[in-house]
């Protein structure tokens, strides 16, 4: 998955996890990367109606994600990169509807693992496509990133069973 570039790639990669999480649905991760997965290529692909498709997709290992284990900061934190794309679909229609349940989903994350890097990413890419009139923009999302960036350098990367995801996306926002 961090090797997938296009958009052919990650759809390879997500069918993959597919037939991992289908040969093992009792399994938390193989159900999390099967639902992160289809959320990272709807934020690749343009056509609006194959974006919600994938983010339902998503949806639907997400369930299966909160079923067997809802105590888990990443499935939280999950939850609300699924909201966040439906958001990134149509931010003006979307952000009322879904703004509130993306809240949630982070500060749930929070309460469990106030130290996972990826609370303060999400927050900050959150912040920074919100619009300066309602409370967004660079200024309000630089120190989420910044405080992203502490946390990702104290993380434990000595295995892949381990999630890294947003690392490099987030120094790119800084």
Known sequence: MDSATSVPDMMSVTAQYEMISAKWANEWSANYYAAFSNVIVS???PDTKKKDLLIDEADKYLGKVK?????SDETWVLAALITNARISVDGQNRGRQYGGEFNQNIEKAK????DNPRVYYLRGTSLLYTPEM???GKEKAKPYFTK???LFAKEDKSTVLK???GEKQNLDFL
Do not use: D, Q, R, V
């Open 43 to 45: 934020f690749m692909i």
């Open 67 to 71: 079923t067997l284990n809802s105590k």
């Open 111 to 114: 309460s469990i693992n106030p």
């Open 134 to 136: 309602y409370g967004g």
């Open 148 to 150: 992203a960036e502490e």
């Open 163 to 165: 999630h890294h995801w």
